[in-house]
């Protein structure tokens, strides 16, 4: 069964402390890891989709990362407007026949001015 | 249409009513999927469609829950005899083609049940 656990749950920073959020995963032939960004009431909001490990991404103050087992989430000089939760959700292989994504938790930042 | 468009986009109904769902994907996209997300939770894979395939119904939760797709575009999701714990935003997203190809969601449907 395909599992995706991000850490932490929550995370409080002051505009400008640069951090990073974590996806730990298990999934059967990774075909592609994706982080999504949501806000209060809307829906996910596409951001990076990763193939292979060493991969990287970037868009604006956001760097998304790929190992084997993991991926993060840098967020560099954070802005208030960056408070969301951020989501992390992993597809598996062909083979599995399975082509819906299995999402973590989310871990819900706060960027205080 | 531009994105996935839901609707309604709130919905409040009585213990064992039915209620529909609807969901337009982005033009042109073959596959679609509804996932569900109670208030503080991760999302909970649904039903998935592609194409004229079979679809996908392994995370329906119950009988009571059921989707069609018609026209390989406009789908419905229909749960019947609602419960409290129903309660949640149903989410619709669609993609063209399947693996590995971006997955973009609607705003939702917001759904509670007195």
């Known amino acids: 069964e395909d599992q995706v656990t991000q850490s932490p749950e929550a995370l409080r920073l002051q505009e400008g402390e640069s951090s990073s959020l974590n996806c730990s995963y298990t999934?059967?032939?990774?075909?592609?890891l994706f982080w999504y960004r949501q806000d209060p009431g809307k829906g996910p909001e596409f951001l990076f989709t990763?193939?292979?490990a060493g991969e990287e991404k970037e868009k604006e103050r956001l760097k998304a990362t790929l190992t084997k087992k993991e991926s993060f989430l840098h967020i560099t000089a954070p802005k208030p407007e960056d408070s969301a939760t951020y989501l992390c959700?992993?597809?598996?292989?062909?083979?599995?026949?399975?082509?819906?994504?299995?999402f973590g938790s989310g871990t819900r930042l706060q960027v205080q001015p | 249409g531009a994105g996935v468009s839901q609707s309604p986009s709130n919905k409040v109904t009585e213990k064992g009513k039915d209620v529909e769902l609807r969901c337009d994907p982005i033009?042109?996209?073959?596959?679609l999927y509804w996932y569900r997300q109670s208030l503080g939770q991760g999302l909970e894979f649904l039903i998935y469609?592609?194409?004229?395939?079979?679809?996908?119904k392994s995370g329906l939760p119950s009988d009571r829950f059921s989707a069609e797709r018609t026209g390989g575009s406009v789908s419905t999701l229909t749960i019947q005899r609602t419960q409290q714990e129903d309660s949640a935003v149903y989410l619709c997203?669609?993609?063209?083609?399947?693996?590995?190809?971006?997955?973009?969601f609607g705003e939702g449907s917001w759904l509670t049940v007195v």
């Open positions: 990763l193939y292979s």
């Open positions: 033009s042109g996209h073959t596959a």
């Open positions: 469609f592609q194409g004229n395939s079979a679809p996908d």
């Open positions: 959700a992993v597809q598996a292989g062909v083979d599995t026949g399975r082509r819906a994504l299995t």
């Open positions: 999934v059967s032939g990774l075909r592609g």
């Open positions: 997203a669609s993609s063209f083609g399947t693996y590995g190809n971006t997955i973009y």
